[in-house]
């Protein structure tokens, strides 16, 4: 059973940083691409960035420059760290793997304020 759990979210004035964390069990975590998608309320699921099991990287632009995400085989987890942090980046953060099949996480909070 896949099973994929999030960490790191919280409150972050802006212009602060977090680092999202995703462990992932009951999958060869090697073979998969890992994700990160967010969801604003109101708004569409989105991709944020994306990293393959080649390591190849992928982001969306309007986190291109502030946000790096990474993968970690030996610890089967993969990262989010989110630098200069902006309201607009409050979400809720999920963790996604794909390969044959897709899987989510449950999400975790991020809220950017003053």
């Known amino acids: 059973q896949v099973q994929l759990v999030e960490s790191g979210g919280g409150l972050v004035q802006p212009g602060g940083s977090l680092r999202l964390s995703c462990a992932a069990s009951g999958m060869i975590f090697s073979f998969y691409s890992m994700g990160w998608y967010r969801q604003a309320p109101g708004k569409q699921r989105e991709l944020v960035a994306s990293?393959?099991?080649?390591?190849?990287?992928n982001y969306a632009e309007f986190v291109k420059g502030r946000f790096t995400i990474s993968r970690d085989n030996t610890k089967n987890t993969v990262y989010l760290q989110m630098n200069g942090l902006k309201p607009e980046d409050t979400a809720v953060y999920y963790c996604?793997?794909?390969?044959?099949?897709?899987?989510w996480g449950q999400g975790t909070q991020v809220t950017v304020s003053s």
């Open positions: 990293v393959t099991s080649g390591t190849n990287t």
């Open positions: 996604h793997a794909v390969r044959n099949m897709q899987y």
